[in-house]
């Protein structure tokens, strides 16, 4: 048994209203949840307060981003502090849409990442290589380059769980191989092990992320460096509850 507990984490992203939310929530609250894995749901922001008070309590809720300041002029964006206001612990930080739609830098993401932490929110650190990176042979060196910039802002890696998601992956219906994602995940474990130390590289859940179903997540799940997801598609359908389950 992997001394880590396993992790899935639903992406609403910019999806649902209070009627299908509220369906899906039904859905998730009734379902049979293993005990052994801990779930959280990204709800949009307008919707964390709604999620939180809905999604029993065994759920955690996260926020979809956040600012890297308290609070102050900045027109659109929420803080950590209000994260936790509405009773939501988690933050998805660094997702390949805000990195590539939104243009987000490692040193912005870097800068939340420390911000949120210090906040004592819990960080979903986000990191993946593009298709045309993989392609040329440097895949490695790109998710240690985006893991490094999140690793220079983290003091207490307990709050922390980092997330492998190739972009070419996310929404596309086409999930990296089991191989694919174990290969990766071993090497930032060993990353950790050589920048950070060892008793965090054992101890930090590295999750999948990209066209995750419930087709593809137990043998994804049953590989030895991948210690849960993050789901986008099929997190707004029953299916999420057998992704939760894939270890069972
Ligand atoms: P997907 O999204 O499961 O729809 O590919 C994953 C994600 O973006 O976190």
Redesign the pocket.
């Known amino acids: 048994m992997s001394p880590r507990k396993f992790f899935v984490g639903g ?1 609403w992203k910019l999806n649902g209203d209070k009627k299908s939310l509220g369906e899906l929530i039904s859905t998730l609250n009734a379902g049979k949840i293993s005990a052994d894995t801990e779930v959280v749901c990204g709800a949009p922001t307008i919707y964390l307060d709604f999620a939180r008070q809905k999604l029993d309590a065994k759920f955690g809720v996260a926020a979809q981003n956040c600012y890297k300041v308290a609070k102050g002029a900045f027109t659109g964006e929420i803080s950590p502090a209000m994260i936790k206001d509405v009773g939501a612990t988690w933050v998805i930080l660094g ?2 849409e805000r990195r590539h739609v939104f243009g987000e830098s490692d040193e912005l993401i870097g800068q939340k990442v420390a911000h949120a932490l210090s906040e004592g929110v819990g960080v979903i650190a986000c990191i993946g290589e593009k298709l045309d990176e993989r392609e040329a042979g440097i895949t490695e060196k790109v998710v240690s380059g985006q893991t490094k910039h999140i690793a220079d802002n983290v003091k207490d890696w307990s709050k922390v769980v980092l997330a492998y ?1 190739p972009v070419w ?3 596309t219906g086409k999930t990296a191989t089991p191989q694919q994602a174990q290969d990766v995940h071993a090497k930032l474990r060993e990353w950790l092990k050589v920048n950070v130390s060892d008793q965090v590289a054992q101890s930090v859940r590295i999750i999948y ?4 179903t419930g087709g593809t997540c137990k043998e994804l799940a049953s590989q030895h460096d991948i210690d849960g997801f ?5 997190s707004l359908k029953p299916e999420f509850i057998e992704i939760i389950n894939a270890k069972q």
């Not at 993050?230 to 099929?234: D, P, T």
Request: charged share 5%.
């Open positions: 992406n997702h390949s998601e992956a996310i929404g992320g990209g066209s995750v993050l789901v986008g598609g099929a």
